[in-house]
């Protein structure tokens, strides 16, 4: 399924919980409906280091598929780790990372790879 656009109220959800988290990362998994990124599922305790990716995948129930993922950088960069590069090809097509101060224009869509891509956010 391609993604097109994140639901308004997932995407403030998801700076809520960044902003609750801080100054620790937090990471959630995202389903989609209809190429809307709509679902949150998080990960409790989980962080994106070397190892993390593993261990996410751990966590995951049985037969649930994401379409996409998000997670904080309480550093403030929005732009993808090598870690975060690692791991996003396993968790769907679009990837949120969100930066400190988490307000509304702190946060970017990366594609599988890594680069940056467009992401509409719907109501
Ligand atoms: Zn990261």
């Known amino acids: ?47 994106l280091d070397e190892s993390s990716a593993s261990i996410i995948t751990d966590m ?4 649930m598929t994401f379409s996409g993922s998000a997670h904080s950088h309480p550093n403030g960069v929005i732009y993808p780790s090598d870690a975060d590069i690692g791991f996003f090809p396993r968790f769907g097509d679009c990837h949120l990372i969100i930066g400190y101060p988490y307000e509304s224009g702190d946060w970017l869509a990366f594609s599988r790879d890594g680069s940056p891509r467009d992401l509409e956010v719907v109501e």
């Not at 100054?23 to 962080?47: M, N």
């Open 1 to 47: 399924m391609k993604i097109r656009a994140i639901r308004c109220d997932t995407l403030s959800t998801l700076l809520e919980m960044a902003k609750s988290q801080h100054p620790l990362e937090f990471v959630a998994l995202l389903e989609a409906e209809d190429g809307i990124l709509s679902g949150i599922t998080l990960l409790p305790g989980t962080r």
């Open 60 to 63: 995951i129930p049985l037969g």
